[in-house]
T-cell receptor
Framework: DVKVTQSSRYLVKRTGEKVFLECVQD?????MFWYRQDPGLGLRLIYF???????EKGDIPEGYSVSREKKERFSLILESASTNQTSMYLC???????????????FGPGTRLTVT | SQQGEEDPQALSIQEGENATMNCSYK?????LQWYRQNSGRGLVHLIL?????REKHSGRLRVTLDTSKKSSSLLITASRAADTASYFC???????????FGGGTRLMVKP
């Protein structure tokens, strides 16, 4: 069974704090993704990575950065958290080859982040 | 930008009835995927249909794809209370490296 885990289910941070969200997958997948989900807006892609130390911007990268030092781990960083970054954050992974959207994505349980 | 748009936004049916959800998209695709999300959880992949396929089945799920109309439908037959969830379609971009999700259909199946 593919497993994607996220470091926290719920997180409360203050405005201006640096926030790290961690994601780990155990299936040796090449591709990893970070999305945020807001009511009525569906999922929006923040960043993705198709290999170690590689990253690509998604639709809404502003205010975020990512790190992929190891194949199984993909971190999302909020350099200075703001209230408009309050959201559900979902990590996903998929096999590589054929592009990151060619195969099914396996999702973690999500981290509900509140910035006050 | 939202490539896929689901319709209806919400659907309420009785157990045993069929549920049909539709997805429309704007630009050409290589594949279209459907996912389910139970309340407050991550998404679970249901079906992937490629642009050269017209119909695909998986258990009680049937997905159709009409590339000429840029639309897809997900049919759940003989629904169960456990099917209560949000359902999302997702399409890939031209480069095939990103998925874009629609806003989802919230399905409630009443026992």
């Amino acid at each position: 069974d593919v497993k994607v885990t996220q470091s926290s289910r719920y997180l409360v941070k203050r405005t201006g704090e640096k926030v790290f969200l961690e994601c780990v997958q155990d299936m040796d997948h090449e591709n990893m993704f970070w999305y945020r989900q807001d009511p009525g807006l569906g999922l929006r892609l923040i960043y993705f990575s198709y290999d170690v130390k590689m990253k690509e911007k998604g639709d809404i990268p502003e205010g975020y950065s990512v790190s992929r030092e190891k194949k199984e781990r993909f971190s999302l960083i909020l350099e200075s958290a703001s209230t408009n970054q309050t959201s559900m954050y979902l990590c996903a992974s998929s096999v590589g080859g054929g592009g990151g959207a060619a195969y099914e994505q396996y999702f973690g349980p999500g981290t509900r982040l509140t910035v006050t | 930008s939202q490539q896929g748009e689901e319709d209806p936004q919400a659907l309420s049916i009785q157990e045993g009835e069929n549920a049909t959800m539709n997805c429309s998209y704007k630009t050409s695709i290589n594949n279209l995927q459907w996912y389910r999300q139970n309340s407050g959880r991550g998404l679970v992949h249901l079906i992937l249909i490629r642009s050269n396929e017209r119909e695909k089945h998986s258990g009680r799920l049937r997905v159709t794809l009409d590339t000429s109309k840029k639309s897809s439908s997900l049919l759940i037959t003989a629904s169960r209370a456990a099917d209560t969830a949000s359902y999302f379609c997702a399409t890939d971009n031209n480069a095939g490296n990103m998925l874009t999700f629609g806003g989802g259909t919230r399905l409630m199946v009443k026992p």
